[in-house]
Structures are given as structure tokens and as C-alpha cells.
């Protein structure tokens, strides 16, 4: 059964089984704030920073964020640009990745190492 979603929430049809999706999505959203996270963007650009938040568009803020700018030697990614508290729109997100001295408490997550 699809559940129908309005301007105001869920419909009753098959809300159970939504909010139980969602509950376990939401747990493993809070695990991973304030973690180390290093995200891809489409433009080349790589952003590490903890992970503060998101929003249903897929947009994250990243605190203590520092930029690395895509280099053409595989081997260095050069000096890192300092900008502090970044929000990174979702539709230039190519992959989120958490960083793997904090990965031991985010297990099952998904992410490829």
C-alpha cells in the first residue's frame, strides 16, 4: 500500500510502517552528529568537517569545515582553505563518507571504505 504524503504529513495509510522507517533513519542521523565527515561535491571539491545537521532537501552543515580543492596529483590533495560552518546544498553532494577514526561507532552506516 503507497502512503500518500500531504502538506501536512503522512496520511494513517501504512503510517506504522513509515514512522518505524523513519524512527530508525532519525537514529541513525543523531548517531553520526558531531562526527568527522568528508564530503565530495560535484564541482571536485572535497569538504571535511562534523557533522552538524541536514534538512529533507538533503542540505548538510558542516562545522570546523576546511575545503580541499581537487588536484590533479592523485597523491596530494594540497593545503586545506579553513571556512568554519559550511552548508552544502544537496544536489552537489556526490558522496558522504564518515571519517574512519569515528566509523567504529557508526557501524552498519553503509559507507564504502
Known sequence: MATMIEENGPSTH?????????????????SLLNKNMRIR??????????FLCT???C???LGSAQEFLKSSDSFSQGEPR???LAMIPGHHVVSIE????????????????
Open 14 to 30: 501504512g503510517q506504522s510502517e513509515l514512522s518505524s522507517s523513519s524512527s530508525r533513519v532519525r537514529q541513525k542521523l543523531e
Open 41 to 50: 561535491m560535484t564541482d571536485g571539491r572535497t569538504l571535511v568537517g562534523l
Open 98 to 113: 564518515v571519517e574512519s577514526d569515528t566509523l567504529a561507532d557508526t557501524q552498519g552506516f553503509g559507507g564504502s571504505h
Open 82 to 84: 579553513v571556512l568554519g
Open 59 to 61: 542540505n548538510v552543515i
Open 55 to 57: 534538512d529533507r532537501d
